[in-house]
Structures are given as C-alpha cells and as structure tokens.
C-alpha cells in the first residue's frame, strides 16, 4: 500500500514528461540554453505558472542542467520559483540532490535576461 503513492508520483511525472512541448526560448551569450514547456503554461490573471528548464554549456557546480517550475508575475514583472531541481546530467534524469519544494522569495526579473524574453512571451 506504501509504494502506490511514489510509484503514481513516478508515473505521473513520466506521463507530463512525454508529452512536454520544450521550447527553446533563449541562448546566453555562454552557451546556456534555456527551455519551457508550452504544453503546462498555466495562466490566471497576471500569474502565469510555467516549466522551465536549463542546460548549462559548462557544469555549474557539479550540475549540467536545471528544471523549475516558476511564477512569473507579469503586473510585478516579478518572478517566484515554486520548485526547482539539479541534475548531473544534460538531459534532466539524474537529479543532483532532491527537488526543492520550497517556495522562493518573489525577486524582480533582470533586464535582458532569458526570464525577461519568457516574460515577454507569455505576458502578452
């Protein structure tokens, strides 16, 4: 009975996974390439709740790629990240350390940034 709740977790996030639509947003002049899942972009009023992914050119302490799911605030023009995870991997299966769960303090999102192009995109 114990091993329903992970092993749903598990299919679950193998079933958003395989039908993601990851668009390429932005480049870095580094390198970095950086991602969102057109397919879970979730509006309601000026939040917008979207998966974001990242591989990194060089490994960023230990870490080739990042995923997060975050929250652009488009009236704020603010960002808050919901969850967030490093992988040792360039293709996002072998995390790093376990998800981060916890909720991020609301920050402005920088100009010029690849936040800034995602905002511009989905804040229409």
Not at 45 to 56: A, E, F, I, P
Not at 92 to 121: F, G, H, Y
């Amino acid at each position: 009975m114990d091993l329903k709740k992970p092993l749903l977790t598990t299919l679950l996030t193998l079933s958003c996974n395989a039908t993601a639509e990851w668009i390429e947003y932005s480049v870095a002049a580094n390198g970095d390439a950086f991602y969102f899942d057109n397919t879970r972009v979730q509006k309601d009023g000026d939040l917008v709740d979207v998966w974001s992914r990242t591989r990194y050119q060089s490994s960023v302490m230990g870490a080739s790629s990042y995923q997060s799911l975050m929250q652009l605030n488009c009236a704020e023009h603010s960002e808050t990240t919901l969850q967030s995870t490093f992988y040792i991997d360039n293709n996002w299966s072998s995390p790093a350390m376990a998800t981060n769960t916890r909720k991020q303090p609301e920050v402005a999102i920088t100009a010029n940034s690849a936040t800034q192009r995602l905002a511009d995109m989905l804040c229409e």
